[in-house]
């Protein structure tokens, strides 16, 4: 059995083409060890990200027929069986940088930018397991950055994107976290938290199910009495 893939390429800037592949069909295989095989043993120039092969790291987040995956955990059988020849391009709305790496440069500026981690505190950093449990989803971000490869809001220049909105619902309900206006206005009006279209893409392809679009509703409920 074999695996037929499709890969865009761009190994100078602005000229890309796909380029077609196939790759006999090991037990077990995913795409990140079919990309690693095609490296390794049929071009070793194809360029892309991975690390912990894990499904925790994020960094092989790569569209696979126009959908947000994790390399590391796509299993490639079903697509071998049915004959079906995979398109694999970089993650949308990012500047490419080569093949499939994209430049995640902005997204790390922004966390620096929103402080999108909790200032030391001399209080007791124990939080009740209620509470726990109520952020523990948003906490569960691995930055892959499906989420904002897959909205179509994220175009518009001023929208933060759901990511960071999941990464700043975790901090707004952190009893540790104690500028709570600052982040109200980083969602509102830095964020522009209410231009969310709310069309659920970005619950879909979450890995870790972490469901941005509905703490995004949340958000707005709860700061609905600040606009």
Not at 27 to 44: H, N, V, W, Y
Not at 128 to 145: G, H, M, T, W
Request: proline residues 6%.
């Amino acid at each position: 059995m074999v695996l037929r893939l499709k890969i865009r390429r761009e190994k100078e800037k602005g000229k890309v083409y796909y380029e077609s592949f196939q790759v006999p069909y090991e037990e077990g295989m995913t795409l990140l060890s079919a990309l690693q095989r095609i490296k390794e043993e049929i071009d070793p120039s194809l360029t892309f990200r991975h690390f912990c092969r894990a499904g925790i790291c994020g960094t092989c987040a790569l569209m696979v027929n126009g959908f947000p995956k994790l390399a590391c955990k796509e299993q490639v059988l079903p697509y071998v069986l049915f004959g079906e020849e995979l398109i694999i391009e970089p993650l949308k709305n990012f500047e490419v940088l080569r093949d499939l790496v994209v430049d995640n440069e902005k997204v790390i500026g922004k966390i620096k930018e929103l402080r999108l981690w909790i200032k030391e505190t001399k209080k007791d950093p124990r939080i009740p397991p209620e509470l726990s449990r109520k952020i523990e989803d948003s906490a569960d971000c691995i930055l892959c950055l499906s989420c904002q490869a897959y909205c179509p809001q994220v175009l518009e220049e001023k929208y933060a994107g759901p990511l960071f909105f999941a990464k700043l619902y975790r901090f707004y309900e952190d009893p540790r976290e104690e500028d709570k206006a600052l982040r109200i206005s980083q969602a509102i009006k830095e964020g522009n938290l209410y231009h969310c279209l709310s069309c659920n893409k970005c619950n879909l392809v979450c890995p870790k199910e972490v469901e941005p679009a509905t703490l995004i509703r949340e958000l707005m409920q709860t700061m609905d009495v600040y606009t």
